[in-house]
């Protein structure tokens, strides 16, 4: 069963997933385009980008992915999102 926390990391990383290109090493900083600067390095501090895929394109679907995975010694560690 899912927490109230669950849900709400799920929605951070859900509009997180807006910014486009984004970089592990650079999280933080590309983040904070888009959400406040507190919870820009909560992400960064537990969050990696396993990969983004942008489906543009002459049959473009508008379907894009970001998957995450939760850094290691954190709550999140190991989890996929």
Same mark, same amino acid.
């Given at each position: 069963m899912k927490t109230i926390n669950d849900v709400y990391i799920n929605a951070l990383l859900a509009d997180a &997933?807006?910014? +486009? %290109?984004l970089r592990? &090493?650079?999280?933080?900083d590309q983040l904070k385009k888009r959400m406040t600067p507190d919870l820009a390095k909560y992400i960064a501090n537990n969050?990696?980008?396993v990969t983004q895929e942008s489906n543009s394109g002459i049959f473009d679907s508008g379907f +894009?992915?970001?998957?995450?995975? %939760?850094?290691t010694e954190? +709550?999140?560690a190991g989890k996929n999102r």
């Open positions: &997933s807006y910014v +486009d %290109g592990s &090493s650079t999280l933080e969050f990696t980008v +894009d992915v970001t998957v995450w995975r %939760g850094n954190t +709550d999140y």
